[in-house]
């Protein structure tokens, strides 16, 4: 029943008011979109961060020249798609400058969203204890959907240890040990100091570089830092 106080609007009459109202709230509606776009680009893109350095001290492992002119640090999560995304690159970029780079990699396990997260990062110490700490990190993300979707990722890695050539019983312990497991706490430790929160993330000079997953982005990043 119509409301005594309400004016009849016609079919036609609704349309002519609808079409003006839907093109500004899709006018509206993309430029909100390009205003993220837009943010994200900016906030999230610079080539280095303007805060202030910081030190980063003990823990890490290192491939590369000890006396290499500039040192990229990676904080990052062994089950971390962009992290696997990333791999190809640095290992790349390394190969590029083997006498002026060098790559310091700390543990990041973000176990609150990637469920396999520690115990790959325990399967790169336990290798690392047998000195094959750097080919378990290449195969824990050459295969990384393999264990990292696995409900029971453990005989996955000790295959994995297999083919490196590692002493198998001695990963199994190793991979259960509170000593590794702290050691990887360490790492965590001091991504939480530095306030990190996500993966990967780049840092030279003490300062954090956000670099696309891309060798043009990769080498300007590096020659920036080889020419200061």
Not at 110 to 126: C, K, R, S
């Amino acid at each position: 029943m119509m409301q005594p106080w309400a004016a009849p609007v016609s079919i036609g009459g609704m349309q002519k008011f609808l079409k003006p109202t839907i093109v500004i709230v899709v006018l509206v509606a993309l430029a909100a979109g390009a205003a993220v776009l837009l943010s994200r680009n900016t906030d999230r893109r610079p080539e280095v961060s303007t805060t202030p350095p910081v030190d980063i001290k003990g823990g890490g492992h290192f491939r590369g020249p000890e006396k290499a002119q500039v040192t990229l640090v990676e904080f990052g999560d062994y089950e971390c798609p962009s992290c696997g995304a990333y791999h190809p690159f640095v290992k790349e970029i390394l190969s590029r400058y083997p006498d002026k780079l060098r790559l310091e990699f700390h543990h990041f396990p973000l176990i609150g969203v990637h469920a396999n997260a520690m115990i790959g990062a325990m399967a790169a110490e336990a290798a690392g204890e047998q000195n094959h700490f750097w080919e378990m990190h290449d195969a824990l993300f050459e295969h990384q959907r393999e264990w990292g979707e696995s409900r029971n990722p453990e005989p996955i890695l000790i295959n994995l240890a297999s083919g490196i050539g590692l002493d198998l019983n001695r990963f199994m312990q190793s991979l259960r040990s509170p000593a590794l497991q702290q050691r990887v706490l360490q790492d965590v430790s001091m991504a939480d100091k530095l306030q990190l929160n996500e993966t990967p993330t780049f840092l030279i000079d003490g300062q954090r570089v956000y670099i696309k997953a891309s060798m043009e982005d990769f080498v300007q990043v590096v020659e920036a830092h080889l020419h200061k």
